[in-house]
């Protein structure tokens, strides 16, 4: 069993950054394709991107594709998201997940974190 906490959620202006961490229990991490959804008010959760078990290779979804980036530390049990240039449609909850294999969608992913909120101020 994998436990995912995330942390670094919080209100931020229009055009700013920031940076969220899932930390992962467990010795299989590496294991491991990791990820990020992310749900906003009254929409359907979707999804942000993902990133190898190796870290080799990252996939976003087209409409977040260089303003938000995706790393893991291994050694750390730990996946981040960068998110740049942010703005207020980007306000949700934000899920860490991990899966066995890459995944774009909820029914594949093995495990979720419980969310972390990202508020965009205009």
């Known amino acids: 069993q994998v436990q995912l906490v995330e942390s670094g959620g919080g209100l931020v202006q229009a055009g700013g950054s920031l940076r969220l961490s899932c930390a992962a229990s467990?010795?299989?991490?590496?294991?491991?394709?990791a990820g990020w959804f992310r749900q906003a008010p009254g929409k359907e959760r979707e999804f942000v991107g993902y990133?190898?078990?190796?870290?080799?290779?990252?996939y976003y979804t087209d409409s977040l594709k260089g303003r938000f980036t995706i790393s893991r530390d291994n050694a750390k049990n730990t996946v981040y998201l960068q998110m740049n240039a942010l703005k207020p449609e980007d306000t949700a909850v934000y899920y860490c997940?991990?899966?066995?294999?890459?995944?774009?969608?909820?029914?594949?992913?093995?495990?979720w974190g419980q969310g972390t909120q990202v508020t965009v101020s205009s």
């Open positions: 990133i190898t078990s190796s870290g080799g290779r990252t």
């Open positions: 467990g010795r299989t991490f590496k294991d491991y394709v």
């Open positions: 997940a991990l899966g066995r294999q890459s995944f774009s969608v909820l029914s594949a992913v093995d495990y």
